[in-house]
Nanobody, 128 residues
Framework: QLQLVESGGGLVQPGGSLRLSCTAS????????IGWFRQAPGKEREGVSC????????YYADSVKGRFTISRDFGKNTVYLEMNSLTPEDTAVYYC?????????????????????WGQGIQVTVSS
C-alpha cells in the first residue's frame, strides 16, 4: 500500500516561507495525481493545491494563488509545496494525498477523499 510522508512544517513568522515535501518510500508517485490539503481547528479539510502526473495541469485554491507553488521531482519521488507570504490564516495541519482522479476533482470533491492515500499530516503554524 502506498505510504506518504510529509516533512518541512514548523513555526514561521507572518510573511515568511516554508517548503513542504511529500514522498513515498516503497512505491513511485509517478502514476498518481498528488494533492496538498489542510485542516485548521474547527474547520473542514480543504484542497490547497493539486497536480496531475505530468505537472501540466495544476489547481490552486483562491486563498493561496500567487503565494503557493506545487511541483514534482520525479527523480526524488517527491512533491513539494512552496509556501510564501504566509499569514496566520495559513495555520493548519497539512496533508498530502495521492489519487488517480482528475486534478480539480481531487482538490474540490470531498466525497472522493475516502479513496485517496493519505500522509499522516504535518503542522504549519504562522505566528509572531
Amino acid at each position: 500500500q502506498l505510504q506518504l510522508v510529509e516533512s518541512g512544517g514548523g513555526l514561521v513568522q507572518p510573511g515568511g516561507s516554508l517548503r513542504l515535501s511529500c514522498t513515498a518510500s516503497k512505491y513511485t508517485l509517478d502514476y498518481y495525481a498528488i494533492g496538498w490539503f489542510r485542516q485548521a481547528p474547527g474547520k473542514e479539510r480543504e484542497g490547497v493545491s493539486c497536480v496531475r502526473r505530468s505537472e501540466e495541469i495544476t489547481y490552486y485554491a483562491d486563498s493561496v494563488k500567487g503565494r503557493f507553488t506545487i511541483s514534482r521531482d520525479f527523480g526524488k519521488n517527491t512533491v513539494y509545496l512552496e509556501m510564501n507570504s504566509l499569514t496566520p490564516e495559513d495555520t493548519a495541519v497539512y496533508y498530502c494525498a495521492a489519487s488517480q482522479t482528475g486534478v480539480r476533482a481531487m482538490c474540490l470533491v470531498s466525497s472522493l477523499r475516502e479513496t485517496f492515500y493519505w500522509g499522516q499530516g504535518i503542522q504549519v503554524t504562522v505566528s509572531s
